[in-house]
């Protein structure tokens, strides 16, 4: 089973893009959790109880805003051991409680998914305000093909499938 976990502040424009792009998908490809088992949880701002919700058994992919000082709304995809580099920089979480404190936890429970990714979409503006910018916004399409890319990759659901491709496409 995949989860897919949205992070971050909707109140604070793009800082909430983790939470918009899990919407996106969630309204785009609705069959992804009954046909293919992904489950699609809203982490907010993280918190430990998050745990519970991390497992070695499963594929995780995180949905967050990632600065990495490029154009505002340019998609990234870190995996496994790019993703953790990435994020034991000082200064990459926002959050309370940030990804990789989630991540070392994990790992002391044995629990951490060897399958992982980042999604990230760099942000434009971090303010208040409950909407995202409007490069943000448009570059929401392309992350989710990112991350059907990654599930394919990983084997959750098969691109070149006639039957799937169709549902996927005919989503969109």
Known sequence: MALILGIGNTLLKDEGIGIHL?????????????????EMLDGGT??????????????LIVLDAVNLK??????????????????????KSVHEVSLMDLFDMSRLSEQLPEQRALIGIQPDCIDWGDQLTSSVQEALSAAALEIKQVLSDWGVFDLSSRL?????????
């Not at 993280?46 to 594929?59: C, M």
């Not at 799937?164 to 969109?172: C, F, L, P, Q, S």
């Open 164 to 172: 799937v491709e169709k549902e996927i496409v005919g989503a969109n």
């Open 22 to 38: 899990l919407n996106y998908i969630q309204s785009h490809y609705p069959e992804w959790e009954a046909k293919f088992g992904i």
């Open 46 to 59: 993280l918190s430990f109880d998050l745990l519970t919700h991390i497992r070695a058994d499963q594929e």
């Open 70 to 91: 490029q154009q505002p709304g340019t998609v990234y995809c870190l995996q496994s051991q790019s993703m953790d580099h990435f994020l034991s920089q000082p200064g």
